[in-house]
């Protein structure tokens, strides 16, 4: 049973034409994560909530903007998509507890293009 | 430098072999550490957290090195099927809240 959903699967877009991902999870955990991952590199962390608390990273574009409106929610809002935007976007959770048995886990992914 | 870091490849080997990945991360603080797999066009898979004491599950065995701020993966027999790409994460966060994902090691097990 999927823990970490993610929807749409795929998700087509125009430039410029905001769009919203979604991120359920049926795990009860604290913290959610969302990241972007381009081909052949690593994900890249945009944001997190731990619980309600909002934390961007640095380097997280203005253009990017998150809501977790409940536990099992989370939104990622693309206000502008630009080309360079097309990427596989991965929301995972954690428990938010610390130690190696604290581990991530992945929803499928939506992978966006931009035209 | 980055964060973490780890072994270039790609590594191509025949199947059986053993092989081994190699990671480093600079945050002397890092709290704990994991091995993910990742499929081509699929999400990471967590492989195996990273004890202290070294952990060994079938065939991947992983090492942590606190000293030196390493990490390995050791897999032995190589399957067809351990074909993907290997990623080292350290979480630097008192509450399990700032894994930091290393480039990633890509495998490709050979017939």
């Known amino acids: 049973d999927a823990m970490v959903i993610q929807n749409p699967r795929y998700q087509v877009t125009q430039f410029g034409k905001p769009v919203t991902l979604s991120c359920s999870q049926t795990?009860?955990?604290?913290?959610m994560y969302w990241y972007q991952q381009k081909s052949s590199q690593a994900p890249k962390l945009l944001f997190h909530y731990y619980d309600k608390d909002f934390n961007n990273e640095a380097d997280t574009p203005d253009n990017f903007q998150s809501r977790r409106p409940n536990t099992s929610f989370c939104f990622l809002d693309i206000r502008s998509p630009g080309l360079g935007d097309a990427a596989m976007y991965l929301c995972?959770?954690?428990?938010?507890?610390?130690?190696?048995?604290?581990?991530?886990?992945f929803g499928p992914g939506t992978r966006l293009t931009v035209l | 430098r980055k964060e973490v870091e780890q072994d270039p490849g790609p590594f191509n080997v025949p199947e059986g072999a053993t092989v081994a990945f190699n990671c480093t991360y600079s945050?002397?603080?890092?709290?704990?550490f994991f091995w993910y797999r990742q499929d081509c066009r699929k999400e990471p898979k967590l492989l195996m957290s990273?004890?202290?004491s070294g952990n060994e599950d079938g065939r991947f065995t992983a090492q942590l090195n606190r000293a030196s701020q390493y990490i390995s993966l050791l897999i032995r027999d190589s399957k067809l099927s351990d074909s993907a790409t290997y990623l080292c994460v350290v979480n630097k966060g008192n509450y399990g809240q700032n894994f930091v994902f290393g480039p990633g090691t890509r495998l490709s097990v050979l017939p």
């Open positions: 945050n002397s603080a890092s709290q704990s």
């Open positions: 795990l009860n955990h604290n913290v």
């Open positions: 995972a959770t954690s428990r938010g507890v610390g130690g190696p048995a604290d581990t991530q886990y």
């Open positions: 990273v004890y202290s």
